[in-house]
């Protein structure tokens, strides 16, 4: 495991997730959340965003936390394990609302400095339809994957804790 890639919906825990990995096996881990907003929530023009994430997945090792579904593929084919955190969307919810207000008026650790904890009714109404609309295909892609490549689903946090505890430093 020297290039994993870490998706699931909104509060799923993916980049508390990748954190902790991080810290057990060695892996820089790369947050995407910080690689693609800029200062007051600006998207990147989509080709720079490409390069941005062909740069990131050409390095030999990392945990790469994040969907941005324009990206997937490119990063589905670099990886060679994919964690799929696939929590009940509750929890999510939860999760979200949470850090919403942790956060309030400062940016997560894992966000880029000036883009402020924020939470809208699309974000989370793409959280309660992500079981439906989104996780079908990523199960599906998961099944694709090459045979050199590792697919992962954790669906409570004991499936997290036990994953983690199986790590090497």
């Given at each position: 495991m020297?290039?994993?890639?870490?998706?699931?919906?909104g509060g799923a825990g993916k980049s508390t997730f990748a954190a902790r990995l991080g810290q057990r096996t060695g892996l820089p881990v790369i947050h995407l959340d910080r690689e693609y907003w800029q200062p007051g929530w600006v998207e990147p023009p989509p080709e720079a965003w490409k390069a941005t994430v062909a740069r990131l997945v050409a390095g030999e090792r990392w945990i790469l936390d994040g969907n941005f579904g324009g990206s997937l593929e490119q990063r589905l084919m670099a990886c060679d394990t994919v964690v799929f955190m696939d929590m009940p969307r509750l929890q999510c919810v939860w999760r979200v609302l949470k850090r919403r207000l942790r956060h309030r008026g400062s940016a997560r650790p894992d966000m880029k400095p000036g883009c402020n904890e924020k939470l809208s009714l699309d974000f989370l109404r793409w959280i309660w339809t992500y079981p439906v609309r989104r996780r079908p295909a990523v199960l599906g892609r998961l099944q694709a994957l090459r045979v050199?490549?590792?697919?992962?689903?954790l669906r409570s946090d004991a499936e997290v804790e036990g994953f983690?505890?199986?790590?090497?430093?």
């Open positions: 020297q290039r994993v890639l870490v998706i699931g919906a050199d490549q590792t697919a992962v689903v983690l505890a199986a790590q090497r430093d």
